[in-house]
Structure formats: C-alpha cells, structure tokens
C-alpha cells in the first residue's frame, strides 16, 4: 500500500493519458495517408512508362508506315572463279531515309548476309562488290536486298524486302518498304522474266531472258575484221537476227563465199572498153598502138616518162593497168596533168579483173626496184589545179626507197597531190615493200601533198618487211576502211572523218625520238568543214613514244570547230594516255582552242596493267589557253592508274562534262569478262556496261560493229552493244 506523499511508482509513469492517447490516434492517420499518396503516385509513373512506350511504339510503326522508298537490284555479275558478285542498287523516288542495306545472298539451302552501312538519296544508284565466304556465286539462286530504316526518333529498323534478284533468270522483283498498293501482273508480249509482281512470264529453254521479256542466244559480236571478210554481208558472228555488212567489190570484181573479191573470171578477151578507156600492158603493149583494146595495149601510161605514142586528154578517161605485170623504176615518176571535172565524171586508173597474167588475178604492181624516182622521189605527181577527180584502184606499189635526212615537205611520197587539186580518191592499193637509207629521215608519206584527197579506203599499207618502224600513212578527207600496221605513223594530216580502220603496231621510229610517231592524228581544213568525226577505229599494241589518238580539230584555224569522237576500241597502249587532247596551233596560225569543243563519247579503252601513272584521256597544255568544251560519256575505261582524265598543269576545258563512264581496273575487267579474246566487249546482259549508259542518239545511233543502239533498256557504255 503506497503511503501518502509516496511517487508513483515507473509502471504507472508509462501509462498514456487520454489526451496523449487522442494524439497518437491523429499522427497514424497522418502517416497512413501519406504512404497511400506515395503508394498512388509510384503506380501512375508506372502506368505512364507503359503508356508512353505503347505512344511512341504506334508513332514510330506510324512513322515507318509513311515510308514508300523503293529500289531494283540491277546489272548482276557473278564470277566463278573469285566467288565474287557485283551488283547495282538502284532507288526509286519513294519516301523514308535509308541508312544500310542488308544484302541476302540464298542457295535455296543456305544463305548469307552482308550488311553495307550506307545512304542513299532518292534515284541513286550504287555499285558493290561482294565475296562471298560462306556460299558459292556458281549456285546462287537469289540475291533479295532489306533496307536498314531510320524513324523520327532516331531509331534503326529494317524493312521488309525492296528486291529479289533470280540469278539462274537475270530477273528481279522489286516492292516497297512502307504502305503497298496492289499490283496487276502484265506478261503482254513477254514469254520470260518479271511479270511486275514478282510472278514469272516463264523461262528459256536456250538463251537467257533480256529486259524486254525475250529469249536471246549470248554470243559475242564479231567483226570484217576479226572474220576476215572485205565484203559482203554475213551473219555477226552467232548473234541471231543480225548482219553484218563489209563492203561491195567494183564492178570487176565478185564477192566470194569467202568474203573477199575475186576477179570476175575470164570472158576470153580481147577485151574493148567503153569508149575512151585504155588498155596498159608493160610487157606486151606498144605505145604506138592506139590502147582502145587489150589486144592493142600501150607499153607505158601517156603520163609515165618514155611514153612515146599519141593521147589526147578528155575527162572522164578510163586506163586499165593488166593484173599481175610490173612497171619498173625507169617509167616513173607518173606526172598527171589532166584529170575529171566532177564526181560524176572521173578519171580511172586501176583494173579490170578479167584481164591478167597467169592463172589467176593480181593486182598490177608499180615496182620501185629500191632505188630514187627522178624529180622529187615522187612516185605519181598530180599537177597543181589541173589533176581533179582523179580515182586510183587496186595497184601494188612496192620497193620504194629514200635517203633524205631532212625530210623537204614536197619530196619522198607514193602520191603527191598539188595546190587546187580536189576529189582525189585512192581505193583497194597494197603498200608494202619500202627501204631507206641507214642515214635517212623517217620521210616518206604514202598520201602526201596540199590538195584535198577526197577518198581514201580499202587499201593496206603494210610495213613488216621494212623494219615496221617507218613511214607515214597520210590521210584523206575521209580516210576509212583502211588497214594500217608495222609503221611508225598511221593516218596523220587534213581529214575530216577517219573511220572504220584498223591500225597495229605503230612503233617509235627508227629515226629517233625527233621523229614523233601516232596512232591517229589529224585536223580540220584551215577553212570549210567545222565538225570532224573520228569513229568506229580499232587500234592497239603501239608503241611508248607513240601518241595513241591525239585530238586537235583546231589546229590549223580559227572559230568555233568540233569534234565527235566515238565507238573506238583500243587496247595495250604503252604511252598511258589513249586519248590526246591537243591544244596545239600551226606554225604561224593564230588558233582559238576555247572556241573548240570535244566530244569522247562509248569508247573502249584498255592500257597496259604496268601502267599506273597516265589517265584515259590527257588533255594538252601548249599554251595557247583552255579548251572551250571537253565531254566525256559512256566510255569504258580500264586502266590501273584510276583516273578517266588528267590535265596538264595550267590547262582546263572551261566547261567540263564526265558522265556515266566506267573505270576498272585491268584485275577487275578480267573479272567482268572484259579480256582481249572478246576484244573488251560485254559477254552478259549482267555484264557492267550493259544498259548503263545515256542516249547519244543525236550524234549516232549504233555500235562499232553496226548493231542499233540501244538493244536493252538503255544504251550501253564503251563501242559494244550487247545483243
């Protein structure tokens, strides 16, 4: 019992009052609340993290569904032997920014995928080569191509497929990334390939299916030249549908099955020409004799020295030499004073092909017999303003000889066309045979002279047996179908077109460095034609010191010139640079090079792979300031040097256009199939330069071997179309 005035004792002390026992009460309400606010408020940011994922997920599947980019997989080339593919992507002008592309390569077993971290604007287009290491390119089956997108905010995803490739077809199907439309297959006039919708028009038994729905045999175009043909017109090689035309004989002449012209056989003569033509026979005629039948021949043509008989000059005089006699040294020079009045009325020296010595025809032959002619060493001489329209055929010119050392502008020449004279044509002659002195110049020029040759075709000028370091082909107003080889100067002069010629192994000259040698060269007239054409020429293996094709239209005059250069092939080029662009003026002329303009256009051009250091085309510095216009489109270039073109130091075209060529290198031309053995032509429709190339229709409109262009869907690049 606690006494009065006791203290309570702790455990009473611990006892809560009821006012504490109020208070207590209020603070757990207080505490429960918050913790149910907080509790509440934890919940909603949870729910506004999965909300505002779910948002931008459906804005961005928004997003990429406004995507409508599109894009082909074009011009496939698969080579076996170095399990490599290349390919073009080409893009359409849909909508959406692609950031890669993911390239699936399938055997319809297994498959591979190269992923290629790259942009592409709309209607680009893009190369790639690709090796593949896990399949083999021979049993490739497709190729399908999954663009890697970017959303609006920032994020990358892919695709659905924009383009399946069938490789065993050379077709592809192509679709869209992003909102679809229906498609409508149309297989109209196609009996292969795409129907539009990724469905097939069918395949080919044989061939293989081109870009407008047909079945083609492959073959490789060919040639006059690589079949040997001079005349006639032949199937182009195995190329179905096609023809190919190389030349008429004269009227003495036959096309055999063969492709060469043949005498027409004997008739049994005498034979009596038309009026006014006379017969020439060195070994059985008589200048006395009055000529007008074979049976009656001269000796010796009015005009060659010794002639002894009675002529008198009217235009239009036919002379016919007999096949197969020799006229020697002694009767010449040749001085032609007299010659036709007009195109149509033109004197003859050449052949009739029923007349001849042995038993068979030959040409008739001018034999030098290595010795010096006379005045000048001019083998025929046509007389200032009075030897117009004059026509030569089918002579043999041989054992020419010089010694000059300092080459004189009117000496040592086959022909020599004086001041005044026009419409000179020389056809169908066989130049070969020269020599020279140890000491000499490299003088001697086949067509020389200021006159104008009109015509000059169909003749060879061959000098291997004379060191195949020497000479000068000349040239012509229009110099064409010619064969030009073992020389050290192909056509060089006054030309306006130079076509259709083959020309090899031109070499530096064995008079030394001073002598500069060319594959082609030539120039406008001083006044008259304004547009030359340089087209459809074969030149290849020539020489270090040797300028390939120089270029200068402008060389000899003033104003505006141009010059169409194409559908040319060239190949081991030792000099580095096929194509000259050459700024040089005249001796003495005041020319204006930034009123010329220059157009290079479908050539096929391969240097040798030692040659790292050159470019394709060079333009000139000679001073005489910039070019007016330099174009480049279409060619083909394959060289190790990687440059299309170079300038000289302080030299430019003031305007510049490079579009649409190709550049390789020799490694990679190989690849491609572009070799010598198919003289650097396409091989596929999945070839390279195969429908690649830009309408040049305003200038020509076929290839080199005479096939339209375009064959496919676009013209193709460098001199070949393929078919």
Known sequence: MRKKGQKKSGLNRLKPTISQKRNSRGLSTIVITLIIILISLVAVGIIWVV??????????????????LGADIINVNVNNSSNNVSLSVKRSS???????????????????????????????????TFHLTKLTVSKLISISIVPVLSSSSGKETLGSVLSKYNVQEGTSTSGTTGNQTSCVPDCTGKVCGND???????????????????????????????????????????CSGTSLFCGNCNSTSTCNSTGSCVPNPPSGGPFCGPSRTYYIDYENGVDSNNGTCSNSAWKRHPYMVGFVGSYSHQAGDKFIFKGGVTWPNLVFRMNIINGGTSESIRDYYGVDARWYKGGTWTRPIFDLQGQLIGTNNVIIFMDNYGASYVTFDNIEFTNYYWNNETCPWTQNTFFWNGYGNVGINVFNCYFHGWTHAPSAGDCAIIMGGNGRYQDVAHNHMDGTASGGNSGNSGSGYNYYNNTVHDMANGPVGTAVSVHDNLIYNIRDSFAGGAYHTNGIEVWLPTTGETTQYIYNNVLHDLSSGTYPLPIGPGFGRTGNVTAYVFNNVMWNINWGMPFVVDCSCAVGIV???????????????STLPLDTWGACIRLVNRGNGNLGRLDLRDNHCIT??????????????????NTNNILMSTTDATNFGYTISNLFAPTSTSSVTVNTGVNLSSVFNKDRNGISRPQGSAWDIGAYEYV
């Open 51 to 68: 909300v505002r994922n779910v948002i931008q997920s459906g804005t961005e599947g928004i997003a990429l569904g406004q995507f409508t």
């Open 196 to 238: 539009g919708c990724g469905g097939s028009c069918g395949t080919c038994s044989t061939g293989t299916c081109n870009s407008t729905g047909s079945c083609v045999v492959s073959c490789a175009p060919a040639t006059c030249v690589s079949l040997g043909r001079t005349c006639g017109t032949w199937s182009n090689g195995t």
């Open 94 to 128: 849909g909508e959406g920014e692609i950031t890669g592309i993911k390239f699936i390569f399938s055997d319809d077993t297994d498959s591979e995928i190269i992923t290629e971290k790259i942009s592409m604007n709309k209607l680009e287009e893009k190369r790639f």
């Open 640 to 657: 190790n040097s990687g440059k299309l073109y170079a300038f000289d130091t302080g030299v430019s075209a003031n305007t510049l256009i």
């Open 591 to 605: 020319c204006t090079p930034e009123q010329v303009s220059v157009y290079i256009w479908s050539n096929t051009i």
